[in-house]
């Protein structure tokens, strides 16, 4: 690359840097991070229903649902955290409706766990 192509695709990568959601800060490296708990999320669609935690589920998705509206009122407006929070959101109520449908099909199951 020379000329003018170089100097926009350095400015670029200026800009990116020096954002104020970029590399430099918490708001890039946090999110990045949490795509751990997506992940896990994921992993955990392998354990069967009756091995799933309804707290843990039920706390992230509401953690989830929490921080998307607040990576949206923040300044700067940090869009890969609400994306990452969507998907944590998501999989902790994919994992509370696979609970449920556990609970719901198999009722002789949930009983044998209260006595």
Known sequence: MSGAAASAGASRFSAFMNHPAGPKTVFFWAPVMKWCLVAAGVKDLNRPAEKLSVSQNLALAATG??????????????????????FVGATGLGQLARIAHHRYTHPQAVEGVKA
């Open 65 to 86: 649902v929490i921080w998307v509206r607040y990576s949206f009122v923040i300044i700067p407006v940090n869009y890969s955290l609400a994306a990452v929070n969507f």
